[in-house]
């Protein structure tokens, strides 16, 4: 091989290392992206459910309460004094 094809052969080789490298670049970036987009929906997730777990425990309480209070009134109705 001549010396001018190896060194165009080289040239050739750089640029598709180079290409390689930017492509994989890219490749990464998208990633990047991606996990980043994932991750903000999978916060936005974590908080709807932290929501909905505080909504329900408000629920359950005020069910307890309503129920406590039923038995109050159920208790007075049917408290007879000792004769």
């Known amino acids: 091989m001549r010396f001018r094809e190896k060194l165009d052969q080289l040239a050739v080789q750089g640029l598709l290392d180079v290409q390689s490298e930017q492509v994989q670049n890219a490749m990464v970036n998208q990633a990047e992206d991606e996990w980043a987009k994932l991750s903000t929906k999978l916060d936005q997730y974590q908080q709807i459910a932290a929501a909905e777990v505080t909504a329900n425990q408000i629920i359950f309480d005020c069910s307890d309460t309503e129920a406590w ?3 109050k009134e159920l ?5 007879k004094e000792p004769t």
């Open 69 to 71: 209070m039923l038995e």
């Open 75 to 79: 208790s007075l109705v049917t408290y």
